[in-house]
């Protein structure tokens, strides 16, 4: 199939400087290189303020939908559109800096819409978490100051774990990682960006 729906994520408050939405960018433009109709939707979780969820909007999401009132829908309107943009894509390109050993808080604000039980997770017969994001491919560009893939940093990452871990639980376990690391270390910093991008492979 040439022809694949991508969604990239950026998720920096850098803008156009940011080295993950560049390292974003090279992974997108690969992938179309591989599958020349696909189609892009990009989602800039920064400019478009993905707002943190609130009392109101956490129980309307409990809340079974025949029993929501027309408020309670209104306030899913966004968690509704996310879900909706994550379920109609093929791959999904998520630019994510480490800020202070983790990801930014619009990235978990938009975890934390797309998390909706009977949507996209449910529990079998024996309570066990199951996925219902499926067939989908994930790429992390993940830019960081330091060196965080060496025995050292590896415990203070908490970018690609989690969102392997947590990505993972709601299906998506086709998840691949590139980084652009050392961004402010003097040895390796001039070569970050580059190294990362050569290092992009599309399977």
Known sequence: MS???I???NSSIMGEQSYSRKLGNAIVEKIQ???PESTVEELDLVENNIPHLTPETL???FTPVEHQTAEMKQRLELSDKLVKQVFESDIIVIGAPLINLTIHSSLKAWIDHITRRGITFGYTAEGLPTGLVEGKKVYVAMSSGGVYTDEQGKANDFVAPYL???LGFLGMKDLTVFRAEGLH???VQDTALEKGINSIIID
């Open 164 to 166: 392997k871990s947590f």
């Open 33 to 35: 290189q591989k599958y």
């Open 59 to 61: 129980q309307a999401i």
């Open 7 to 9: 969604l990239q994520l």
């Open 3 to 5: 022809s694949k729906r």
């Open 185 to 187: 270390v003097p040895v």
